[in-house]
């Protein structure tokens, strides 16, 4: 008996460029996901890259030599807590509003002021939001919510009209650019600025590049807030220190600042970097301070 069976064809192959187009599509999908990681990871992670919060251990005060009040006060980014040095006198000539770097806290600044000459002085030591004992999550708008709610109510705990206290700020690194940025928007008699920036987007163009400075959300611009504040109150007093050794932002960005608003006092430090020129020009940043008083 002869038997039939069906015979077919063998499917035909895939063709080769197909296969090689293929091949190279999925190599470029990897390779896009691969390079957009970085970008991705910059953007979100970004914050913790500026900001560097941390809490205050049970005996920080004491061991800071802080001797003066806390103030309590509430933001939209929760319960708030500065720190008043008051002056000695009965009642303060001017009020020192002081903003730390991104990695201090406020109550750093109590070293520099122990020995402050003046006794006719106070100082107002502001934490951003989420440092210290302050709730919350540090961004400029918080930052500068908060300087103006820890000074409300002081102004409040003092019996002392707003508009009757006498103002200036110091400030170290960001606190350069927080102290600056309130400065925009107050009138203040003396600005003192510690190793400043010139733009938060050009500090991160350096460290990661100026493509990718790009992502930064919020840029902190020193050049724009010196022009409006030399513009709105040309008699107010700025100081610039920056030490020649700063290795996290350059001393260059100072002098920049200085060459662009040539009525700024600036002072390179020889043999300083960006934390040791808080000790070494201790004695030039109280002397700009108290200066022609």
Known sequence: ????????????????????????????????????????????????MIYHPRPYSPNYARLAGFDGLEISYRISAGEETAFYIPARSSSPQRVWLAFCGNGSLALDWTNLFQHYPRDDEAF??????????SAGYATIGNTRESAEAALEKLSSQLGIERSHLRLAV??????????????????VERIVVIAPFTTLREEAARVVGGLLSHLLVENYDNRSALKKILANEPGTRVTVFHGYDD????????EELWREFPAIKFFPVAGADHVSILEISRDLIIASMTAGL
Request: hydrophobic share 50%; charged share 15%.
């Open 1 to 48: 008996m002869i038997h039939s069976r069906k015979v077919t064809l063998p499917e035909r192959g895939t063709p080769i460029w197909k296969r090689i187009f293929e091949g190279v599509l999925r190599a470029l999908v990897v390779a896009v996901i691969l390079a957009a990681l970085p970008v991705i990871y910059l953007y979100f992670a970004q914050h913790s």
């Open 124 to 133: 107002l030591l502001v934490d951003y939001p989420g440092y210290g004992k």
């Open 170 to 187: 110091i400030g170290h690194s960001l606190g350069a650019a927080a102290a600056l940025d309130f400065a925009e928007h107050h009138p």
């Open 247 to 254: 290795e996290v932002i350059p001393e260059h960005m100072s």
